[in-house]
């Protein structure tokens, strides 16, 4: 609806156009978001994390004709979920979420309405937060969210009420550097609240511009695009993968037509069962990745099994007596490197998730991994802050019995395994590999990405970083200086175990020439020092000591 060119109110196609714009503007302007990040470690960027959040949520809405708004907001907020990556991105997919409540059974939506919803927004990325700290994107959306509320009291059109969250979050965002002392010291505003004004600026300029935006996806290596299934076809079989599932549905009554449409278009041999409690289904198809993720809107899968026709042709439908029973415990852990991920597995780690500093795994990779596993309880192991938040709301799409630990970094992951005993109750085994990690002291060496002021230390582009947890120990063109560093730590800590790992760009021989000297040094304290492969990109170095 529009009054003298302004648009009092929007509908579902409006709200379509909005996000798609957003995800365009993101994309466009991914870069220079990236390049707000303060810490120069080359890494899985804000920019690039909220960029395939959003993008997510534009692809799902793009061939949605006539929506209505609560189904537009409805799909922008699942979309958003299941594609988020990193902090930055779980945080628009939960502000996103809570504007999708907000909406909920309304045909249109007014400036008072957005201005809820928006709250609605906010409350949901705060509730997700432990202390939430000020300067961030959290501080930018909310002060957009009050400015919404004040506007919307004088005037209730929505275009004059987006414009004024503008204002307020232009405000903020300037604010940040005072807010935030790592920000302050390099001089910077929060990379996060830059992203978040751009989704709203780029809104407000989809709605006056009253343009539709020809939005092609960028995104040329998600996981469900590297898994390229058609390659496995034959001539004698049209659809090669036979896939058999059984959820239990979220709503019992919730109609799973639209579904049985979806697989018909995708498949052949369908055979679906819908009792009200339960959905079964047997599909041949050439993608059962996007069988799955369909599925898991409608309920909690309970058993998932994907065979290759090439090798095993099979017409049986869902046969309950030969489901494998649930094991007690399963592992999924985010590695990064051939060689950490051999060691997981070794360590008992089911499934492996590929990621960590370089691409953080969208939340539909860890719902992927989870549905994959046949247990009753399932550990998952972040192994990095950016995938914590993340892999945090697994357990609420899947429906599983999911469990979280909060490892920060690989060497974390790979002490918590070792503190997993099969004979402990649930409790007991969370604790203790909780513990676990918070033994392992974690240091990493790797390259400065860019010239940059941090913590007080002039840092030059191809410098060598010593890195201790989240804090940066020294930066020099010699190596020796990071690994001299870390001597003195281990040393003073007492530390009796040192665990090296070198990463993909150093031959074994390389290494052992490089670490010859701290290793000798340790030695003659009485520390063991053992050398392995990790092949980890980004990282030269990955050591744990305990």
Known sequence: M??????????????????????????????EINELNVFPVPDGDTGSNMSMTVANAAKE??????????????????????????????????????IAKGLKSSFECDGEVWAEALAQGVDAAYNAVDNPAEGTILTVARKSAESAKIAAQSNNNFEYVLRETIDAAEKALEDTVNQNPVLSKAGVVDAGGMGWLLVIKAMYQALIEERRIKYEPSIKNSTLKKADFSAYESQDITFGFCTEFIITKNEPDRDTSKLKKFLNNIGDSLVMIDDGEIVKVHIHTNDPHRVLGEALKYGIYETVKVENMRTQHTNKLVDEEKEIPLDDYAFISVSSGDGFSELFKELGVNEIVSGGQTMNPATEDLCNAVAKTNAKTIYILPNNKNIIMTASQVAEITGKNVIVIPTKTIPQGISAMLGFDAEQNEETNTQNMCQSAKNVMSMQITYAARDSSYDGMDIKEGDYLALYEDKLLSSSKDMENAFSTFYERIVAEEKCFVSIYYGQDLTEEEANLQISSFRERLEAKGVEVNLYMGNQPVYYYIISAE
């Open 2 to 31: 529009t009054k003298n060119n302004e648009h009092i109110t929007i509908d579902g196609n409006d709200y379509k156009n909005l996000i798609i714009n957003a995800a365009k503007c993101l994309e466009d302007n991914k870069e």
């Open 61 to 98: 809405l793009l061939n949605s004709e006539n929506i209505s708004l609560d189904e537009a907001a409805e799909k922008t907020a699942k979309a958003m979920l299941h594609g988020a990556r990193g902090n930055s991105g779980v945080i628009v997919s939960l502000l996103f979420r809570g």
